[in-house]
């Protein structure tokens, strides 16, 4: 069975956003994963108080650790590059379930056993989530336990967010220091738009 561990980077409605970014990491074990987060989180100084550690919130030394410690467990990693052109996206279950199930379909190509899917916590409502796992489950058609978990409760979900957002930046602010340090673990990265995958969802 493989584990898949999910979040984004960029905003979804904001038009001038340019760039949105989904990282995967894919994993045969949990385990010592929650761990890398706060073993990073105690080496910064007592001054600096962060709630919650995530690439956008985080100096360049907190990156850089937290990069290598994720490449240091050769983690296998799949990208989503959606590139918005100008566009807003309406930030539904339906548009998000479609967003994420591009990047698991490449994922479950290639590795078939894929059934625990791991993700941020998107959306605030219940019924919400309920109808994301609904979605996506049929885009897939194929049964999934889907977990929404809080970044701040269980840092395993901050890993992607690294992942994505040293992606990101690479394609914002042209800082690829960031994204050269996992690119050699990233088994496959989608460049697409927003209008293509939408054109596609309704062909299917």
Known sequence: MKFVIIDESGRLFDPNDRFLIFAAVVTDTLVNLDKIIPSVKKTLPRKIKIAEIKF??????????????????????????IDKEGRKIKDTPENYSLLIATLLKKIMKRYSTTSHILIDKHFTWVTQREKFNKNIQKILARSLF???LDSQQNTIVSLPDFV?????????KNQKYFAEIIND???????????????KMVKA
């Open 146 to 148: 889907i977990e929404h």
């Open 56 to 81: 956008s919130k985080t100096g360049d030394r907190t990156r850089l650790k937290i990069l290598k410690e994720i490449h240091s467990r050769k983690l296998k990693l799949f990208i989503l590059v």
């Open 164 to 172: 994505a957002g040293a992606i990101r930046v690479s394609y914002t």
């Open 185 to 199: 673990l990233i088994e496959e990265q989608i460049v697409t738009t927003w209008r293509k995958i939408k054109q």
